[in-house]
Structure formats: structure tokens, C-alpha cells
């Protein structure tokens, strides 16, 4: 995946946990879903970054 579909892929990301958390502020949304990104950011394989970069502030934020 390169860096523009990757870019895309991770504001839907945004938008469906804001839906899915409506409690929380967008920004802070933003801010779980960019800090799980710096986790994955320097691996080669990029295709399933978003995905696993879902997961992990879905569960941050289920736990928040």
C-alpha cells in the first residue's frame, strides 16, 4: 500500500471509531489512531497497517 491509499485508509479508520466511540473527542480519536501508526510505521509490509492500526485503538479506546 503506498503512502496516499495508507493516508486514506487510516481517516475512515478515524471515522468509524468516532462512530463507533461517539463519548470520545474526535481529536482524541485522531491521537490513538496516529500513535498506533508511529508503532507500525517503519515496517516493509504496509497492506495490513490499517487494519491492525484499527484494531489496537479500538481496543485503547474500549479500555479509555
Known amino acids: 500500500m503506498t503512502k496516499e491509499p495508507e493516508v486514506r485508509a487510516l481517516m475512515a ?3 468509524r471509531l468516532a462512530e463507533r466511540f461517539p463519548e470520545e473527542q474526535r481529536s482524541v480519536i485522531e491521537d490513538v489512531v496516529a500513535e ?3 508503532f507500525l510505521d517503519d515496517g516493509p ?3 495490513y ?3 491492525l ?3 489496537a485503538a479500538r481496543m485503547r479506546l474500549t479500555q479509555h
Open 45 to 47: 509490509i504496509r497492506d
Open 49 to 51: 497497517v490499517p487494519v
Open 36 to 38: 498506533e501508526h508511529r
Open 13 to 15: 479508520v478515524v471515522d
Open 53 to 55: 492500526v484499527e484494531r
